[in-house]
C-alpha cells in the first residue's frame, strides 16, 4: 500500500510509478485526510510513504496523517519512503518520518516503528515563498527530471525486491540546522495563506487554483475569484500560484516576476 501526498505532481508520478511497479494499492493522503478509515493489506503487500519536502521536514498533513493512522496486517510489512526535493532534506526521515511510525501504537503493534529503506530524488524546485528562491531554470528542470527517472528504476526495482538498509538521501551539509531550526522557523513564520491574494485583472475566474488545492483551502470557482479561507489548512505548497494559468496569484510581492512549475 502507498500512501502519498503531492502539490505540483512531483510526488503522485513517483508514487503512480511505483504502484505500476509494485502492484501495491495507491492512495492519496489528501483524498482520505480525516476520514478515520482502517486500512488492510494484501498479504506480503509493502507499506510505503511518498511525498514532498517542505522546509526540510515532512508537510505537517503527511507527518498527523502517519502518527494516526489505523493498518491492520498478521506480519511486519516492509516499509519505505520515497520523498522529493529541489534540494536537501536534512532530517526528514531520521527524525521526523521515524518518530512518527513510533508513536503509532497500531503500527507498533505490527512491529513497524522505522522505515526499513528510503530514498530521495531531486526534482525541479517549486518554492517561491521567499525573496531569493525561485523556481528552476528550464536547463535544471530538464536535468533534474532526467536523472530522477533513471534513479526512479532503481528504485522501483529494489522496493519490489523488499531490499532492507537502503538509505539514499540527500541530507546536506547541515541536517540538524536546517531541519530544526530552520524548519522550525518555516512553520512558525511562513506556513500561512495570509499573503496570497488575486491580481484581478489577470483573473480569469477559471477555478483551477481552488480544484488543485490539496486541503480544500480555497473558495471558488467558475465565475468567481479565489478566496483564502485562513482556516490554518494552508501547507504553503503553492500549488495554487504555480497553476493559475495566467500568474493571476501572488504571495505579497515575494512572487513578482517568479516562474511558476508542476509535473507535466
Known sequence: MIFYFSAEGDSKWVA???????????ISI??????????????????????PIHGWRPPTIVRK???????????????????????????T????????????QSLRNIKVNHVDSAYSILMPET???????????????????T???????????EIFDKKEGVFRLHKGRWPWINSQLLGAFFEKFLITDKPFHVVSDRCVKCGI????????????????????????????????YHHCPHHAIEYGKRTRHKGQYYFK
Open 65 to 91: 496523517f502517519i502518527a494516526h493512522l489505523v493498518l491492520e496486517d498478521e506480519e511486519k510489512p516492509f516499509t519505505y519512503s520515497v520523498v522529493t526535493a529541489g534540494d536537501d532534506i536534512g532530517l
Open 127 to 145: 518554492y517561491v515563498g521567499l525573496p531569493f528562491m525561485d523556481v528552476d531554470s528550464k536547463e535544471n528542470e530538464i536535468r533534474k527530471k
Open 209 to 240: 487554483c481552488a480544484q488543485v488545492c490539496p486541503t480544500g483551502d480555497l473558495e471558488g470557482g467558475k465565475g468567481k475569484e479565489p478566496q483564502w479561507k485562513h482556516d490554518g489548512s494552508c501547507l504553503n505548497c503553492f500549488n495554487c
Open 93 to 104: 526521515i531520521d527524525r521526523y518520518i521515524n518518530n512518527a511510525l513510533a508513536s503509532n
Open 16 to 26: 503512480q510509478k511505483l504502484a505500476m511497479a509494485t502492484k501495491d494499492t495507491l
Open 147 to 157: 536523472a530522477a527517472h533513471e534513479m526512479l528504476k532503481v528504485i522501483c526495482e
Open 30 to 51: 489528501s483524498d482520505v485526510w480525516g476520514k478515520r478509515e482502517h486500512f488492510f493489506l494484501k498479504r506480503g503487500e509493502r507499506l510505503g510513504f511518498v511525498f
